[in-house]
Nanobody
Framework: QLQLAESGGGLVQPGGSLRLSCLTS????????IGWFRQAPGKEREGVAC????????GYVDSVKGRFAISRDNAKSTVFLQMNNLKPEDTGVYYC?????????????????WGQGTQVTVSS
């Protein structure tokens, strides 16, 4: 069974940057579509970015387009989320998961193998 573990969160000022990592482990982990999701306090979990098994077809929700970049290094079994020009509304717990999001559908119910999450706080 695939296991995922996020890292790289922290406290950053508005306009700052963070790079999150999602370490994947398990059989053929590099073939899976991986999505990044986030959950702000009191809000539902929402999709952020998605990437295919070979790093293909990266996709983003409108609120992060031009600011976030998803990539993967299959030699390191890791999917990255580079977040630039962070805003207070980007605050939340960020999760990676195996997802069916390449079409732009980030339904949480379609995602599995969730990591434990990493906290991102954007505040001055």
């Amino acid at each position: 069974q695939l296991q995922l573990a996020e890292s790289g969160g922290g406290l950053v000022q508005p306009g700052g940057s963070l790079r999150l990592s999602c370490l994947t482990s398990g059989f053929n982990s590099d073939v899976y579509v991986i999505g990044w999701f986030r959950q702000a306090p009191g809000k539902e979990r929402e999709g952020v970015a998605c990437i295919g098994g070979q790093g293909t077809s990266p996709g983003y929700v409108d609120s992060v387009k031009g600011r976030f970049a998803i990539s993967r290094d299959n030699a390191k079994s890791t999917v990255f989320l580079q977040m630039n020009n962070l805003k207070p509304e980007d605050t939340g717990v960020y999760y990676c998961a195996v997802a069916a999001c390449l079409t732009g559908d980030f339904r949480v119910s379609f995602a599995t193998s969730w990591g434990q999450g990493t906290q991102v706080t954007v505040s001055s």
